[in-house]
């Protein structure tokens, strides 16, 4: 994110240079310096927070921080609209600039679909995948690795299932056979009491 703040900073002052209101380029200068200090102060705290490791205050400093960022990114930005609203003037054709923003262009374009066939949001016919698509094959990711059934029910693993009415159906002649059909009577008991 830093990194993006010094790119707002590049072009506010490529602005300032072409703006014919002296004003607004003044203000535009002002807003680009300031949002190159507060880009460079993210930076090193991004730095020091990923050396010294997670701690509440760190991450608030750096939260802190990108929010400062991004409202000085957004001063730029108005500022740069009101430079061309004003007006512009004719950018000199220096050719070794040219050349120069053409080179870093053209890198830039190699690492970014470098980038980009390491992590591909395409399909296989180079289409952009849709946040449906996406969500589907998210969705069945997850159920392939879900420890919950269908019903939403956790799975158990290791443990036996629970006996449906048809298992204990077919369980009950087992469980009668060790059982005796006419058990001999007890003391003082007859057959016949037991129909009663």
């Not at 790119?7 to 300031?34: P, Y």
Request: hydrophobic share 35%.
């Amino acid at each position: 994110m830093a990194a993006d703040g010094q790119v707002v900073v590049k072009f506010g002052n490529i602005l300032t240079k072409h703006c014919l209101d002296r004003r607004c380029s003044m203000e535009l200068l002002r807003a680009a310096e300031h949002t190159q200090s507060v880009s460079s102060q993210l930076g090193i705290v991004a730095r020091v927070k990923a050396v010294t490791g997670e701690s509440k205050a760190s991450s608030e400093l750096l939260l802190s921080n990108v929010q400062n960022l991004i409202r000085a990114v957004q001063h730029v930005l108005r500022a740069a609209e009101a430079a061309c609203v004003k007006g512009l003037g004719q950018a000199s054709v220096d050719p070794e600039e040219v050349a120069a923003f053409c080179q870093q262009w053209r890198k830039n374009l190699t690492q970014h679909r470098a980038k980009e066939a390491l992590n591909s949001d395409r399909d296989e016919l180079g289409l952009r995948k849709t946040w449906r698509k996406n969500l589907t094959q998210h969705r069945a990711k997850e159920a392939l690795n879900s420890d919950r059934d269908e019903l939403g029910l956790r799975k158990t693993r290791g443990a036996k299932a629970e006996p449906t009415l048809m298992s204990l159906v077919q369980e009950q002649p087992s469980q009668s056979r060790n059982i005796p059909k006419h058990p001999s009577p007890r003391k003082g008991h007859t057959v016949m009491d037991r129909h009663l």
